[in-house]
């Protein structure tokens, strides 16, 4: 879906690209386990502060279709770490009544995520707080190609030269996994990186970029809106022409 506001202060949707939890343990010579969970309790508390500050939709980067190419104790500590997040933390989502998504490819995740995934979006489906959307064993190009299987897989795609013909922007977004959720207004990306990773690749064609040094353990509230004050300076013209105004030209 897209985003049609123009120039709001706020962003409705922001998405988050957690990186520099190996740098940051590495720099204080502890295993990249322990940026990890160090990394879980920032994200619980950027939950909290995104929440706090009305955004509706915060989509968190967990783990990318890529990052199985990492050591398999790594993967599954990571693993680990969020299905004990998932059993242990569904009170601060009730409370905070937050809804719990998820996007990315769920075949290729254990059934015990799964179930616990599951679990927590049943739960939570009926808040009607911010939105949280856990971005687990997902890639961007995997999503549109998923949509795009979804999308060809429709009764009404009789033959290939009707599905070619009916295949358009919209029909795509309408076949995404979440596609009632907007596109992003923001992403922010932690421990300095300037790539998208895979991240949202076709809902982030018109978001606003946010990129700080700060390893992610270490990211703040103060942080956090740091991102917004930035964002909330943009000027967003969606390929439109500029406004001229005060010093612009
Ligand atoms: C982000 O931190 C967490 C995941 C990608 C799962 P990293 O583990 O990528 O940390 P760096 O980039 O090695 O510092
Ligand atoms: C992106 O970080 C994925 C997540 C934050 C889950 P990576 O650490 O995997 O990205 P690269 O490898 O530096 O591009
Ligand atoms: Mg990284």
């Not at 962003?11 to 690209?17: E, K, M, R, S, W």
């Not at 992403?187 to 040094?213: C, H, K, P, Q, V």
Request: aromatic content about 10%; proline content about 3%; some cysteine.
């Amino acid at each position: 879906m897209k985003s049609e506001k123009l120039n709001e202060a706020l962003p409705c949707h922001v998405g988050i690209i957690m990186d520099g939890n190996g740098r940051w343990a590495a720099k204080r010579g502890i295993t990249r386990t322990g940026g990890h969970t160090e990394g879980l309790k920032t994200a619980r508390r950027i939950v909290e502060t995104a929440s706090n500050r009305g955004i509706r939709y915060l989509t968190l980067f967990v783990f990318s279709t890529e990052n199985w190419k990492r050591a398999a104790l790594e993967v599954d500590f990571i693993m680990s770490l969020v299905k004990q997040h998932l059993v242990r933390e569904l009170d601060f989502y009730r409370k905070n009544n937050l809804r719990i998504r998820h996007t990315g490819d769920v075949t290729g995740l254990a059934p015990d995520i799964i179930a616990e995934i599951d679990e927590a979006r049943a739960d939570t489906k009926d808040f009607n707080g911010m939105q949280v959307i856990l971005a687990l064993n997902y890639g961007g190009r995997d999503a549109i190609i998923r949509a795009a299987r979804r999308f060809l897989l429709q009764p009404l795609n009789n033959s290939c030269a009707e599905a070619a013909s009916a295949l358009n922007e919209d029909e795509l977004s309408r076949n995404m996994d979440n596609p009632d959720v907007p596109d992003p207004d923001l992403i922010i990306r932690t421990a300095g990186e300037f790539r998208t990773s895979n991240f949202l690749l076709w809902e982030a064609a018109y978001a606003e970029y946010f990129i700080t040094d700060k390893f992610w353990p270490d990211f703040s509230t103060e942080d956090f809106d740091a991102a917004l004050a930035a964002y909330a300076a943009r000027e967003r013209r969606f390929g439109a022409n500029a406004k001229i105004g005060a010093g612009r030209r």
